[in-house]
């Protein structure tokens, strides 16, 4: 009913009165902006993770020895137990016979050993790196895209050949542009452990979004240097596996391989108390994560909508205000012909127009904060559409539910009453 | 004179009905105005003219007796109708001015209008010919607090003008006014009168003011004491 007038109206009211419109939307403002900020950086932390985990492979089978009381919690692994024995431990046989009687569905396995986080130096040349022990089989698992040379070889595992694949930025840090790093020495220093290894391949570095900190300058970043699996083992604690991933040969299946390597291995640890094996598959890991940002988007959204509600409130109060300042505007309006349903749509386009002014500005205010937040740890912003549409038709509705009853109010004044109100 | 415009049978209005201290304040008023006659209603405060004032614009409805207002008898009517009835029928000029804040002289002009569902281009134009009328033409743009009380008054009436009614209702125009634009107003009263032959119902205290119209009812503990044809109603014909 007059919705252009109303608008305007509504507009003029607003500006008269800058202060008491801006703190009156201030809720709406802090509901509308808490909830668009975490839904865009848990947005960008889910894309993130996904490209991560998609960058790893969807058909990706992770097996771990885990103890018995923790093997239905995805979350909770407990990587090397302080009371774990050599025998609780996957050997390298087990693992070879698993892949045989498998062969037609595996298509590589993985082992890997951490080494730790160090450099490799040569004056005052030098790169950062973390050193990690792999097989041959680490290449196509981990997705290692080769851009010289070649990656480690059976033999070089087999006879603990002091050799090294080595990233480009490695390459680029430690040797001139034109120098073929094929066959060179470095020297590498890696949790206390001093060696020289021969390069034999450069891989190329990927940033991906997880492992690549926005911090680190490009010349200081910390690649992986793979060296062969039974080196690493030297100084290792444990012979035997932890854990080591495989990959399927169809991407579909893997879920169902999952429950199958789950049956060999629990055949294999049925004489273990304490531990087991239990194996991940990509969407598990997926759905874990998942699972952590919906709760904390049902909490951001409890947070949120108590904040709307004590804007609406305010909202509500306000109009209320407003009715009581303007009763004799109302009596006038009344006695000029206005029917209560006109005076009732006034007042509710006044409260729907400062809840729509309240969320767009909200969205904006959110959308900065996320993209505050977002660079700062260093991931890219995705503003979701629909969530803002949502938003700000969901403050627009706060303004129809709060301005209901003031405007109700208002239409029901009685016109001689109003008209001699002082 | 025209037909009758107004004709109020037995009104009686009485407040707390039924609790021990019913108050009267009308009692049995019968009224009846022709088309185009200005007249008076004068007496003490407490007389029952506010209330009679209310029920003859139709805010108002009598606890019992008949109204029938331009041939349509309002007595019974919602309230939505009731509106509708002021907006058509009804001119309301009161003490205060009663503009709308935050509206310039032309907004609120065109009001009645925009209650009236008259189309935009329409209403702007008849409101621009409204305050041409009563000399604001200049200041059409202007909100009302940047306007003096007269013309204020002045915009008021242009805003009774609005959608033509038949009767012009005016409360104590000149109320709040200092004499001299007070007799401005009554001036612009007087040519509305003459001119459009509208019917103008002057609700006041003042017996000079009354003395200007051609007719005076007196009320006095909600009844009418007198209706007579003003003496001196020669002078407002002269000032106009």
Not at chain 2, 20 to 32: A, F, G, M, Q, V
Not at chain 2, 103 to 130: F, I, Q
């Given at each position: 009913?007059?919705?252009?007038?109303?608008?305007?109206?509504?507009?003029?009211?607003?500006?008269?009165?800058?202060?008491?419109?801006?703190?009156?939307?201030?809720?709406i403002i802090?509901g509308i902006g808490?909830v668009i900020?975490?839904?865009?950086?848990?947005?960008?932390?889910?894309?993130?993770?996904?490209?991560?985990?998609?960058?790893?492979?969807?058909?990706?089978?992770?097996?771990?020895?885990?103890?018995?009381?923790?093997?239905?919690?995805?979350?909770?692994?407990?990587?090397?137990?302080?009371?774990?024995?050599?025998?609780?431990?996957?050997?390298?046989?087990?693992?070879?016979?698993?892949?045989?009687?498998?062969?037609?569905?595996?298509?590589?396995?993985?082992?890997?050993?951490?080494?730790?986080?160090?450099?490799?130096?040569?004056?005052?040349?030098?790169?950062?790196?973390?050193?990690?022990?792999?097989?041959?089989?680490?290449?196509?698992?981990?997705?290692?895209?080769?851009?010289?040379?070649?990656?480690?070889?059976?033999?070089?595992?087999?006879?603990?050949?002091?050799?090294?694949?080595?990233?480009?930025?490695?390459?680029?840090?430690?040797?001139?542009?034109?120098?073929?790093?094929?066959?060179?020495?470095?020297?590498?220093?890696?949790?206390?452990?001093?060696?020289?290894?021969?390069?034999?391949?450069?891989?190329?570095?990927?940033?991906?979004?997880?492992?690549?900190?926005?911090?680190?300058?490009?010349?200081?970043?910390?690649?992986?240097?793979?060296?062969?699996?039974?080196?690493?083992?030297?100084?290792?604690?444990?012979?035997?596996?932890?854990?080591?991933?495989?990959?399927?040969?169809?991407?579909?299946?893997?879920?169902?391989?999952?429950?199958?390597?789950?049956?060999?291995?629990?055949?294999?640890?049925?004489?273990?108390?304490?531990?087991?094996?239990?194996?991940?598959?990509?969407?598990?890991?997926?759905?874990?994560?998942?699972?952590?940002?919906?709760?904390?988007?049902?909490?951001?959204?409890?947070?949120?909508?108590?904040?709307?509600?004590?804007?609406?409130?305010?909202?509500?109060?306000?109009?209320?205000?407003?009715?009581?300042?303007?009763?004799?505007?109302?009596?006038?309006?009344?006695?000029?012909?206005?029917?209560?349903?006109?005076?009732?749509?006034?007042?509710?386009?006044?409260?729907?127009?400062?809840?729509?002014?309240g969320g767009?500005?909200g969205v904006?205010?959110g959308?900065?904060?996320?993209?505050?937040?977002?660079?700062?740890?260093?991931?890219?912003?995705?503003?979701?559409?629909?969530?803002?549409?949502?938003s700000?038709?969901?403050s627009?509705?706060?303004?129809?539910?709060?301005?209901?009853?003031?405007?109700?109010?208002?239409?029901?004044?009685?016109?001689?009453?109003?008209?001699?109100?002082? | 004179?025209?037909?009758?415009?107004?004709?109020?049978?037995?009104?009686?209005?009485?407040?707390?009905?039924?609790?021990?201290?019913?108050?009267?304040?009308?009692?049995?008023?019968?009224?009846?105005?022709?088309?185009?006659?200005?007249?008076?209603?004068?007496?003490?405060?407490?007389?029952?003219?506010?209330?009679?004032?209310?029920?003859?614009?139709?805010?108002?409805?009598?606890?019992?007796?008949?109204?029938?207002?331009?041939?349509?008898?309002?007595?019974?009517?919602?309230?939505?109708?009731?509106?509708?009835?002021?907006?058509?029928?009804?001119?309301?000029?009161?003490?205060?001015?009663?503009?709308?804040?935050?509206?310039?002289?032309?907004?609120?002009?065109?009001?009645?209008?925009?209650?009236?569902?008259?189309?935009?281009?329409?209403?702007?134009?008849?409101?621009?010919?409204?305050?041409?009328?009563?000399?604001?033409?200049?200041?059409?743009?202007?909100?009302?607090?940047?306007?003096?009380?007269?013309?204020?008054?002045?915009?008021?009436?242009?805003?009774?003008?609005?959608?033509?009614?038949?009767?012009?209702?005016?409360?104590?125009?000149?109320?709040?006014?200092?004499?001299?634009?007070?007799?401005?107003?009554?001036?612009?009263?007087?040519?509305?009168?003459?001119?459009?032959?509208?019917?103008?119902?002057?609700?006041?205290?003042?017996?000079?003011?009354?003395?200007?119209?051609?007719?005076?009812?007196?009320?006095?503990?909600?009844?009418?004491?007198?209706?007579?044809?003003?003496?001196?109603?020669?002078?407002?014909?002269?000032?106009?």
């Amino acid at each position: 009913m007059f919705l252009k007038e109303n608008i305007q109206l509504a507009v003029a009211g607003l500006k008269s009165n800058r202060m008491r419109s801006f703190l009156t939307m201030l809720g709406i403002i802090i509901g509308i902006g808490s909830v668009i900020a975490i839904v865009s950086i848990g947005g960008a932390v889910t894309a993130s993770v996904s490209d991560t985990m998609a960058g790893i492979g969807a058909n990706m089978i992770q097996v771990y020895v885990t103890p018995r009381e923790a093997q239905n919690t995805t979350t909770n692994v407990t990587v090397g137990g302080n009371n774990m024995d050599e025998s609780d431990l996957i050997t390298s046989d087990q693992i070879g016979s698993f892949q045989r009687k498998f062969a037609d569905e595996i298509s590589a396995v993985s082992l890997e050993e951490d080494v730790g986080v160090g450099k490799v130096q040569d004056g005052h040349r030098y790169a950062n790196i973390s050193a990690v022990g792999a097989n041959p089989g680490y290449r196509e698992v981990s997705n290692v895209k080769m851009l010289q040379g070649r990656f480690l070889q059976d033999r070089d595992v087999k006879a603990g050949r002091r050799v090294a694949v080595v990233s480009d930025k490695l390459v680029s840090n430690m040797f001139r542009s034109r120098e073929n790093p094929l066959g060179r020495e470095v020297s590498m220093n890696a949790s206390g452990w001093e060696e020289t290894f021969t390069i034999v391949g450069v891989y190329k570095f990927e940033r991906s979004g997880m492992m690549g900190g926005a911090a680190s300058a490009d010349k200081d970043v910390r690649t992986q240097m793979y060296i062969p699996v039974s080196v690493a083992k030297e100084q290792a604690r444990y012979q035997n596996y932890l854990y080591f991933s495989l990959k399927t040969k169809s991407v579909t299946d893997s879920q169902a391989f999952s429950k199958k390597v789950d049956k060999y291995f629990s055949k294999i640890y049925a004489d273990n108390s304490k531990y087991t094996c239990r194996s991940y598959d990509m969407e598990n890991m997926m759905s874990s994560v998942t699972s952590v940002m919906n709760t904390i988007s049902i909490a951001v959204a409890a947070i949120g909508a108590i904040a709307l509600l004590v804007g609406g409130i305010g909202v509500m109060n306000i109009m209320l205000v407003s009715v009581t300042e303007r009763t004799r505007e109302i009596g006038t309006r009344k006695a000029l012909g206005a029917r209560s349903g006109y005076i009732r749509a006034q007042f509710i386009v006044e409260a729907v127009i400062i809840c729509l002014i309240g969320g767009v500005i909200g969205v904006v205010f959110g959308i900065l904060l996320a993209w505050l937040g977002v660079t700062l740890i260093g991931m890219k912003l995705t503003v979701s559409v629909p969530i803002v549409l949502i938003s700000v038709g969901f403050s627009m509705l706060i303004g129809v539910f709060f301005g209901y009853y003031p405007a109700k109010k208002a239409s029901r004044l009685d016109p001689i009453e109003a008209l001699r109100y002082e | 004179m025209g037909h009758e415009i107004i004709r109020m049978t037995d009104i009686v209005k009485n407040y707390f009905i039924g609790l021990p201290n019913e108050l009267h304040i009308l009692k049995h008023i019968d009224l009846t105005v022709r088309e185009g006659e200005f007249l008076s209603i004068v007496g003490a405060s407490g007389s029952g003219k506010s209330t009679l004032m209310n029920l003859i614009g139709v805010l108002d409805r009598p606890t019992s007796g008949t109204y029938v207002l331009d041939g349509t008898p309002v007595g019974k009517m919602t309230d939505d109708q009731m509106s509708g009835v002021r907006n058509r029928k009804i001119g309301f000029v009161f003490q205060t001015f009663n503009l709308i804040p935050r509206n310039d002289a032309l907004k609120n002009v065109e009001l009645p209008m925009l209650y009236a569902g008259m189309a935009s281009g329409t209403r702007v134009r008849r409101a621009e010919e409204l305050l041409e009328l009563v000399g604001m033409g200049d200041r059409m743009h202007h909100q009302p607090n940047e306007l003096s009380g007269g013309q204020k008054q002045r915009v008021a009436i242009a805003r009774a003008l609005a959608n033509d009614p038949p009767i012009l209702l005016a409360d104590e125009p000149t109320g709040a006014l200092d004499s001299e634009t007070g007799r401005l107003v009554m001036d612009l009263f007087h040519r509305v009168h003459e001119k459009d032959g509208k019917t103008i119902v002057l609700i006041t205290h003042n017996p000079e003011l009354a003395a200007e119209t051609e007719r005076i009812v007196t009320l006095k503990d909600g009844a009418v004491v007198s209706d007579r044809a003003a003496e001196g109603k020669a002078v407002g014909r002269q000032c106009s």
